[in-house]
């Protein structure tokens, strides 16, 4: 079942369209990666999906249901997990948690028991009563995702939910994404950590100046980039490089220095391995370590695109 | 059900703001203190009447003696003592010489009073008893004449010959400096509501929360409706606590008729609110819309005579006075309170109420046309 379909998403501010012609799906289920530098058209595809933009043209459809049509009942099915921490200072643990929750008509008995449910999730329980002005960075964070799961959303968007915490709170909030997943919840994650994307999505889509140029598992989106390979070369000293021979040798595409490391990236299908060592070796580089990079998604972002996510 | 739930959220958190509570409720109760305490000899109305000596002389005949004897008598307890002039005094001398309030000639024709310049109030007290007993003279007199069957009706022996009656001021009819600063400072701290009214929707916009609440299966009216339903009941439960605190603790007059005293309040917030949200919604910054609402509370006030009394002279002054939503509210709960008029407190609310009705149009129209709150 599609938790979530966008057809022809299209959304313009005056003459500039920041989201153009975007068509995806994202079935029950799963935990969907969605990566794109800042300004790329992320931020605003998500605000759409939540209902925080109109869209200019196209369609999106949570549980089948035109999100136009049924504002009520797709925003009641939708969590949202802004990139920005959303919690009162002024209102304990607890009475954030049960306010927002109440927003979605919860009441009672059953408001208590999800509330004290959504505390327990995020290893809350023993702050219920505290208010967060107390809280650590992490914790905030934490209490910031129980706003948002405790009235059960069907589809969770999660938008760079680890920004500046501590590695103790994102790995407790990643093994919470897969927790929620488990319980049946369907995920939108996006993030400026790589890896964080590449640990726990099951599906990924790239979008580049609004465009959506690349979706598909891992395996799918690093196949893409199958015709280059990244070649590590450390070396003592980089007093004698001289970048523009090193370009010269067939099959490099680009070359970087990152300290005392030289990163080629060059055509998968030549053998200039040799070629390349030879180079320092005649230019009297004395090279300490060469590794040959296996694809990840760093590469595959880098290639698509032309730059580091985080640039 | 959502509104009610925003309404809570917004008091509960208000009440737990200890700036806020400082704001509307400490400060105005502090302010009526210092002020009513600093500035009560400026609403002093009273002047005590103490032992007031006058000198008299009586060469009338009979009738007109007698008749002023009695006057005399009649007012040995009441402050002022009549002492008969020799024949060697001069009184006019001990007048000037501020030995005696008046002297008084009395002759069969007329009465002449030559009053001391020391204190013009006494002589006034004096001259309003000496017209008294002429008129009640000449009243006995012409009746004598005209119809002396009807005389034993208005003679002294008829019980009613006080020649004064007292009719000082009731103690309703004019504010004392607590009442007068009671009034005033309240309706100014529920202006001031403006300010924290203009961080009703754009402090959620600045803390993050607006995305929340429009994610949430709720429409922006609920949103709007409750945030506003929540920020008037904050003002309206400080402004009860304060006019209590100043009736019970400063024993302030809010006269007989609270609850439409408490009703011109409430249109008052409610203008207050909605200034503050329009405002928000007219202005780019927090940094301008506060800075607006502060001078326009200022000048309201200045001009609304909340920090001093403020006459009302004609001309552009009392044209300027009138734009004061402080004036026409404090106008309307002196009235109610001193004179019960409630006309003025029906024009304030709707003044009020109309004005708040434009501001949230304001707010509406703005609201409507932004993605998001």
Not at chain 2, 336 to 352: C, R
């Amino acid at each position: 079942m599609k938790v979530l379909e966008m057809k022809h998403l299209t959304r313009k501010f005056g003459d500039f369209i920041a989201v153009d012609n975007v068509t995806l799906a994202i079935d029950e289920g799963e935990i969907f990666g969605f990566l794109g530098t800042n300004g790329a058209g992320k931020s605003t595809t998500i605000n759409m999906i939540a209902g925080l933009l109109h869209h200019t043209k196209g369609e999106i459809r949570i549980l089948g249901k035109d999100v136009t049509k049924n504002k009520k009942f797709a925003k009641s099915h939708i969590g949202m997990v802004p990139q920005d921490i959303a919690i009162y200072e002024d209102l304990t643990a607890y009475e954030n948690i049960q306010f927002f929750a109440g927003l979605y008509g919860l009441r009672g008995q059953k408001l208590k028991e999800q509330v004290e449910e959504a505390l327990k999730f995020v290893g809350l329980s023993d702050k219920a009563k505290s208010f967060p002005k107390t809280f650590s960075g992490g914790m905030k964070r934490r209490l910031n995702i129980a706003c948002a799961i405790a009235h059960r959303p069907k589809l969770i968007i999660m938008d760079e939910p680890t920004v500046g915490i501590d590695p103790q709170s994102r790995n407790y909030i990643l093994s919470s994404v897969r927790k929620l997943n488990e319980m049946g919840c369907t995920i939108i994650y996006t993030s400026h950590y790589m890896e964080e994307v590449e640990e726990i999505c099951s599906r990924i889509a790239i979008i580049d100046h609004g465009k959506i140029i690349a979706e598909g598992t891992k395996e799918q989106l690093k196949a893409i980039i199958t015709n280059t390979k990244d070649i590590w070369i450390g070396i003592n000293s980089t007093d004698t490089l001289d970048l523009s021979q090193l370009k010269l040798i067939n099959g490099v595409k680009e070359v970087k220095v990152e300290e005392d490391v030289i990163k080629i990236n060059s055509s998968a299908d030549v053998n200039n391995l040799n070629t390349i060592i030879q180079y320092f070796i005649a230019a009297g580089i004395e090279i300490r370590t060469v590794e040959e990079q296996a694809p990840n998604l760093d590469t595959v972002f880098l290639t698509l695109t032309g730059r580091n996510l985080r640039d | 059900m959502n509104i009610i739930n925003l309404a809570l959220k917004e008091m509960k958190r208000d009440f737990r703001d200890l700036r806020t509570l400082i704001f509307l409720l400490a400060f105005p109760i502090v302010l009526m203190l210092i002020l009513g305490t600093a500035l009560s000899s400026d609403f002093n109305t009273t002047t005590e009447v103490v032992d007031i000596p006058v000198l008299y002389k009586d060469s009338a005949n009979q009738s007109v003696s007698q008749a002023f004897q009695t006057f005399t008598e009649g007012l040995s307890d009441s402050g002022v003592h009549f002492k008969k002039a020799t024949e060697t005094m001069d009184g006019k001398k001990a007048v000037k010489e501020n030995k005696y309030g008046a002297y008084i000639e009395v002759t069969n024709s007329q009465i002449k009073m030559y009053e001391s310049n020391k204190n013009s109030i006494e002589g006034s007290v004096i001259e309003g008893m000496l017209s008294a007993f002429v008129d009640k003279y000449n009243m006995i007199s012409t009746v004598a004449k005209v119809s002396p069957n009807a005389l034993s009706k208005v003679t002294p022996n008829s019980g009613e010959a006080n020649f004064i009656k007292e009719t000082g001021l009731h103690s309703l009819k004019k504010p004392g400096a607590m009442d007068y600063y009671a009034i005033t400072m309240t309706t100014m701290i529920a202006l001031f509501g403006a300010m924290s009214a203009s961080y009703l929707i754009r402090g959620e916009r600045i803390i993050g929360t607006a995305t929340r609440l429009v994610v949430a299966p709720i429409s922006k009216a609920e949103i709007f409706i409750g945030k506003i339903f929540g920020g008037v009941l904050t003002s309206v439960l400080c402004t009860l606590i304060v006019v209590l605190f100043s009736k019970y603790v400063f024993k302030a007059n809010w006269g007989e008729h609270l609850g439409i005293v408490f009703f011109v309040l409430i249109t008052e917030i409610v203008l207050a609110i909605s200034f503050g949200l329009g405002m928000s919604y007219m202005t780019k910054t927090s940094g301008a819309s506060q800075a607006i609402i502060m001078v326009v509370i200022q000048l309201a006030a200045f001009f609304g005579g909340a920090y001093f009394q403020v006459e009302d002279g004609g001309g552009l002054m009392n044209n300027v006075m009138q734009l004061s939503p402080l004036h026409w509210a404090n106008h309307a709960i002196t009235q109610v309170i001193y004179s019960d008029n409630m006309t003025p407190a029906i024009h304030a609310a709707f003044l009020n109420l109309g004005i708040s009705v434009v501001f949230l149009l304001i707010a509406i129209i703005s609201m409507g046309r932004r993605e998001g709150l």
